[in-house]
Protein backbone atom coordinates (compact mmCIF):
# COMPACT_ATOMS: atom_id res chain seq x y z
CA UNK A 1 0.00 0.00 0.00
CA UNK A 2 1.33 3.56 -1.13
CA UNK A 3 1.15 6.43 1.31
CA UNK A 4 -2.03 7.66 -0.50
CA UNK A 5 -3.56 4.96 0.19
CA UNK A 6 -2.89 4.75 3.90
CA UNK A 7 -4.26 8.22 3.95
CA UNK A 8 -7.70 7.66 2.15
CA UNK A 9 -8.36 4.36 4.38
CA UNK A 10 -7.65 6.53 7.54
CA UNK A 11 -9.41 9.31 6.32
CA UNK A 12 -12.51 6.86 5.54
CA UNK A 13 -12.47 3.98 7.67
CA UNK A 14 -11.39 5.67 10.97
CA UNK A 15 -12.17 8.73 11.02
CA UNK A 16 -15.08 9.27 8.80
CA UNK A 17 -13.75 12.84 7.12
CA UNK A 18 -14.68 14.21 4.14
CA UNK A 19 -11.94 14.89 1.70
CA UNK A 20 -13.09 18.73 1.42
CA UNK A 21 -12.90 18.65 5.18
CA UNK A 22 -8.89 17.74 5.12
CA UNK A 23 -8.33 19.33 2.05
CA UNK A 24 -9.63 22.48 4.40
CA UNK A 25 -7.52 21.83 7.34
CA UNK A 26 -4.22 21.73 5.37
CA UNK A 27 -5.18 25.12 3.51
CA UNK A 28 -5.34 23.72 -0.58
CA UNK A 29 -7.77 22.50 -2.57
CA UNK A 30 -10.07 19.48 -3.10
CA UNK A 31 -7.77 18.71 -6.45
CA UNK A 32 -4.75 18.69 -4.78
CA UNK A 33 -5.72 16.81 -1.73
CA UNK A 34 -7.20 13.92 -3.90
CA UNK A 35 -3.72 14.18 -5.87
CA UNK A 36 -2.15 12.96 -2.18
CA UNK A 37 -4.61 10.32 -1.70
CA UNK A 38 -4.56 8.97 -5.71
CA UNK A 39 -0.23 9.15 -5.01
CA UNK A 40 0.25 10.91 -7.90
CA UNK A 41 1.65 14.13 -5.54
CA UNK A 42 4.48 13.09 -3.36
CA UNK A 43 3.86 14.38 -0.11
CA UNK A 44 6.43 16.63 2.53
CA UNK A 45 7.69 15.59 5.71
CA UNK A 46 5.83 18.80 6.74
CA UNK A 47 2.29 18.13 5.19
CA UNK A 48 3.05 14.31 6.85
CA UNK A 49 2.80 15.89 10.04
CA UNK A 50 -0.46 18.05 9.11
CA UNK A 51 -2.06 15.23 8.01
CA UNK A 52 -0.99 13.70 11.40
CA UNK A 53 -2.54 16.32 13.48
CA UNK A 54 -5.77 16.29 11.43
CA UNK A 55 -6.19 12.79 12.24
CA UNK A 56 -4.94 12.87 15.36
CA UNK A 57 -2.28 10.34 14.98
CA UNK A 58 1.32 9.52 15.07
CA UNK A 59 3.42 10.19 11.26
CA UNK A 60 4.39 6.74 11.85
CA UNK A 61 1.13 5.21 11.86
CA UNK A 62 0.11 7.04 8.30
CA UNK A 63 3.34 5.15 7.09
CA UNK A 64 2.66 1.94 8.19
CA UNK A 65 -0.98 1.71 7.85
CA UNK A 66 -2.61 -1.60 7.47
CA UNK A 67 -6.38 -2.43 7.66
CA UNK A 68 -5.98 -5.51 9.93
CA UNK A 69 -3.22 -6.09 11.96
CA UNK A 70 -0.98 -8.80 12.16
CA UNK A 71 -1.55 -9.79 15.69
CA UNK A 72 -3.10 -9.61 18.48
CA UNK A 73 -2.71 -8.44 22.37
CA UNK A 74 -4.29 -10.17 25.55
CA UNK A 75 -3.79 -9.29 28.22
CA UNK A 76 -4.31 -10.95 31.17
CA UNK A 77 -4.42 -9.62 34.69
CA UNK A 78 -6.34 -10.79 37.33
CA UNK A 79 -5.97 -11.70 41.36
CA UNK A 80 -4.53 -15.59 40.24
CA UNK A 81 -1.05 -14.37 38.88
CA UNK A 82 0.16 -11.88 41.32
CA UNK A 83 -0.30 -8.75 39.76
CA UNK A 84 1.87 -9.64 36.38
CA UNK A 85 0.58 -8.16 33.06
CA UNK A 86 0.86 -11.15 30.92
CA UNK A 87 1.32 -10.47 26.66
CA UNK A 88 0.23 -12.99 24.50
CA UNK A 89 0.80 -11.89 20.76
CA UNK A 90 -0.96 -13.96 17.93
CA UNK A 91 -2.28 -17.02 20.39
CA UNK A 92 -5.65 -18.86 20.65
CA UNK A 93 -7.43 -19.25 23.86
CA UNK A 94 -6.41 -22.56 24.25
CA UNK A 95 -2.89 -21.98 23.26
CA UNK A 96 -3.07 -19.27 25.99
CA UNK A 97 -4.56 -21.33 28.39
CA UNK A 98 -1.64 -23.51 27.91
CA UNK A 99 0.82 -21.28 28.24
CA UNK A 100 -0.65 -20.05 31.66
CA UNK A 101 -0.56 -23.37 32.75
CA UNK A 102 3.19 -23.46 31.85
CA UNK A 103 3.91 -20.15 33.89
CA UNK A 104 1.93 -21.82 36.78
CA UNK A 105 3.67 -24.91 37.09
CA UNK A 106 7.16 -23.18 36.62
CA UNK A 107 6.28 -20.81 39.39
CA UNK A 108 5.83 -24.02 41.38
CA UNK A 109 8.75 -25.89 40.53
CA UNK A 110 10.92 -22.40 41.55
CA UNK A 111 8.66 -22.38 44.90
CA UNK A 112 9.63 -25.83 45.54
CA UNK A 113 13.60 -25.34 44.45
CA UNK A 114 13.43 -22.30 46.68
CA UNK A 115 12.23 -24.10 49.81
CA UNK A 116 14.76 -27.58 49.38
CA UNK A 117 17.29 -24.48 49.31
CA UNK A 118 16.55 -23.21 52.57
CA UNK A 119 16.27 -26.72 53.67
Same mark, same amino acid.
Given at each position: ?????N?????? /???? *??? %????N?L??? #???????????A??? *??R @??? *? /??????A +??????? &???? $?Y $????????G =??? #? =??M? &???T +?? &???N @? &?? %?? =??NI =?? #??T?KK /?V? /?
Amino acid at each position: MKIGDNIREIRE /SEKN *LRK %EDVANALGIT #VKAYSNIENNIADIT *LTR @LYE *L /SDIFGVA +PEYILNY &QEKS $TY $TNHFNNYEG =NQG #V =NIMY &QGCT +PE &QVKN @L &QK %EI =NDNI =NS #VKTLKK /SVR /S
